[in-house]
Structure formats: structure tokens, C-alpha cells
């Protein structure tokens, strides 16, 4: 575990002002990082690949940019890691899988990570994901097993765990993610992270998934806010300068802890419930007594999820052709998506209208809805993934069931640590808003922030030190 005060444990606004300053080079804090990844690879496993010589010609680049006068941008120096399902010039891009072992580095970054470049940030690897994303552990052939910093032998969630895992132990201050069923929230709830889900016809992810949206992972809400700016600013307007104000009086929200469908393990709803009565009290919210009842969005999520990844696999040459190269989840998820016929789509559309207008009338009620953002604490490291909690069997729901409305309805939603678990896990609290809310869920997640201090708290607090 790297001690406190590498790069990676400082904020993203911090870090970017030193090198802006000049207080530290660009090029001092990409080795040093590079140096503390290289120290932690064997104990969690987070990355992919690392890119040393594309993290330092950047950093170099943004020092000659401080030396000579020009503005290196907001995000100066700032060392991050990109999620092996987006792209990074320079890097392949294998999606965690063995189908892609032979990739070749890409010539161009995706949309999102380019920002992230244009901004000053600095690339110093690939995260590892689960494999095509389709998984709630980060374990693949490819790569292995991914840890959770607070307890090795648990996961840090998926798909998007090498990032979690990444920024948690303090590696970087910022990695990218991805979410098209709680890749971004989950893993952020299981490892004491901020996990905003933009309005997915905000940030979209790049692949064409419907479901699917992207955005960093943070420790800090002020981060969070600074890379909202980067990402959307030009469309959503700032939200850094606004993160303080005072919230709108008679700002009322709602807490679900099952949204009719759903159930999580008691101990988990304990905590998030009292992070919920804890931030109305601090934020001044109205509390709103409202059931909410969706309908249980799983098998519609499969069946829209699942068709796509096959067609896309099919279009790029994955499926079937290099089949016997995938792992055996992977593969038969695909076999199954084979099986839906037209008629299956549809009646998954239907659901997916469903919970869209159902949240759409929680909405006209309240400005945001609470939820427990994970069915417990962080499961074993190679999985399996909770089948049932507390005695009681959720496989019919999933595991990551409040994450998928969110997804479904295009909705904003935000993943803030709510405390520790009996295990001395993190566990995390969703708050959901309308479409293009952003603000107001990262100013309530600032208010809890400030209530329930997480932003200063490693896993080596809490026993988890590989």
C-alpha cells in the first residue's frame, strides 16, 4: 500500500494547482506514481497495462506548458487510468479478455478520455474490467483476479473494478468507468468511492449501448465536480462554483430501501439508512413519505443488454468466431441472447417504458430519491456474487438491483460511501434526481461528505492493507 502523500492520495483539484503552480513538476509526479503502481501490481491487481512512456512525454508536455506561460488545463499533471474498455491512443484496448490478447495500441482515444487529455490529465495504464463488462466481479482469464484494497480477499465490484480498486488504494486520484447495470456505482459503494452516473444523453458511453454512460471515479466530491466541468461543462453549465450554495428551500426526498422490487442485507440497509436520516437533517431536506413500486427490471435488462453485446461482437469479429477464447460466463450469456426472439425485445422495451414512467411520477413528488446502492458488503474476490441475503434468494433480481432503474430510465444517479459495514467494508447510498440534475445530487452528496467524512479515510484504516 502506497504511504499517504503520493499523487495518488492527494485530490484531482490539489494536485492540478501544485503543478499549475509549479510547485512540482508533471514529470516528478508521473514517475512517482508509476513507481507506486509498480510496488502495489501484485497485491490488488488493478491494471491491464501501464503506459510509462506515454505518461511521461505527457507530463513533459505539460511542463513545458507551465515553463513557458500557456495554460496546461484544470486538469495539469494530474495522473489517471483508463478502463480497459475505452480507448487510449497509444494502448490497446482488450476489453478483459483473452479474444483480444493480440489487440493492437489504438490510434485514438475515446471521446470522453480525450477531454480528459485536453484537459492536462496524464494516462498511466489500463484498468482491468470484468470481461465485455459482464460481470459483477473483476476476475477474467485475461487478467486474473482484481482485490479490494479494504479486504484482498473481497472484490472490488464490476465491471469496472481495476478502477475502483485503482483509486481506492490511492494509486491514482481518478480513473475512468463505465455503467450500463452499476459498473461505475457498485464498485464505488464496495470500495468507499464517489460513482456519479451521469444522464446517460449526457456522457454516453461510446459503444452505441443505450444503458450504458461514463464518468470518472473520485474519493472526493469536489473532484467529482471538477471532472463534471471537464467532461460536460460546455452543455450541463459549471458545476464546481455551485457545489456550496445553499440547496432550494423545500427541497424534499424520498427513501426507498427496496424501490418494490429489490432487498438488500439488513445491516447494509442500517447504515444507508442512517446516511439518509443523517443528510436530511444536515441539508435541511423535506422527507417525503412515498412507496415507490417498479417493476423488476432484470430480465428486461438481460435480454436489451445481452442482444447488443452480441450483435456488437458479431459486427467486430468476436462472436462467434473467437467463442472458445471467452470465458465460460461470457460465453453463455451470448448463447443465451440467441435465443431471444423479437417478441422478447419488445416486451423488454415495454418494462424499460414502464420504469421510466414510474420514476417519472416519483419525480413530479420529489427532487431525489434514496436508495442502498449494493445488496451488502463486498463478496469474495473470484465471486460468486450474492445469491441470496439474509437467507432470502435474490437471483431473480440480480445483483446489483437498485443500480439497473437508473440505467433503464436514462436518470442521473450518484453512489456516495454511507459508512462501514460490520466487516469494516464501505457501503454506499444511491440518490437518483430527474434527467440533467447533477448538480443538485453532487451538492447532497457534499452535504454528506461533510456530515460522514470519508474523503481523508484508506483502506488501511480499516484493517484492509495488503
Known sequence: MPKQG???????????????SGAISAGTVAEETLASI????????????HTPELALVIARSVDDAVASGRDPG??????????????????????????????????????????????????????TTAEFGLDSVTDTPACGVTRNPWDVSRSPG????????????????????????????????????????????????????TLNAAFPLVRGVADAALLFDVLAGDT???????????????????????????????????????????????????EANLKVELPNPYLAFLVIHLSFLRHRLARVGVWPRASQALAPLTRMALEA????????????????????????????RVEVLATPMAVDE????????????????????????YALPANLAGLPAISVPAGLGPSGTP??????????????????????????PWAHLYPFAAGGTP
Open 6 to 20: 503520493l499523487p495518488g492520495e492527494q485530490s484531482v483539484a490539489g494536485l492540478a494547482a501544485e503543478v499549475r
Open 38 to 49: 509498480s510496488a502495489s501490481s501484485a497485491s490488488i491487481n488493478a491494471f491491464a497495462h
Open 74 to 127: 484544470p486538469l495539469a499533471g494530474v495522473p489517471f487510468a483508463v478502463k480497459d474498455l475505452q480507448a487510449l491512443a497509444g494502448a490497446p484496448t482488450r476489453f478483459g479478455s483473452l479474444a483480444r490478447a493480440d489487440a493492437k495500441p489504438e490510434r485514438r482515444s475515446s471521446r470522453w478520455v480525450s477531454r480528459l487529455l485536453a484537459a492536462g490529465a496524464v494516462p498511466v495504464g489500463k484498468t
Open 158 to 209: 464490476g465491471s469496472s473494478g481495476g478502477s475502483a480498486a485503482a483509486v481506492a488504494a490511492g494509486l491514482v486520484p481518478f480513473a475512468t468507468a463505465t455503467d450500463c447495470a452499476g459498473s461505475l456505482r457498485t464498485p464505488a459503494s464496495l470500495c468507499g468511492l464517489v460513482g456519479l452516473l451521469p444522464t446517460q444523453s449526457l456522457l454516453p458511453g461510446e459503444d452505441g449501448d
Open 236 to 286: 450541463a453549465g459549471p458545476v464546481s462554483p455551485r457545489l456550496d450554495e445553499p440547496l432550494e428551500t423545500g427541497t424534499r426526498i424520498a427513501w426507498s430501501p427496496d424501490l418494490g422490487f429489490a432487498r438488500c442485507a439488513a445491516h447494509v440497509a442500517d447504515v444507508v439508512h442512517g446516511a439518509y436520516r443523517e443528510l436530511v437533517e444536515e441539508a435541511a431536506l423535506v
Open 337 to 364: 441472447a440467441g435465443d431471444f426472439t423479437p417478441a422478447d425485445l419488445a416486451g423488454a422495451q415495454q418494462v424499460r417504458i414502464a420504469i421510466a414512467n414510474a420514476l417519472r411520477s416519483v419525480f413530479e
Open 378 to 401: 463486498a463478496w469474495p474476490a473470484a465471486g460468486p456474487t450474492p445469491a441470496n441475503v439474509d437467507g432470502v434468494d435474490i437471483s431473480s433480481v440480480g445483483s446489483e438491483p
Open 427 to 452: 457501503v454506499g447510498i444511491q440518490l437518483i434526481a430527474r434527467p440533467g440534475c447533477e448538480a443538485l445530487l453532487l451538492r447532497l452528496a457534499r452535504r454528506l461528505e461533510r456530515s460522514r
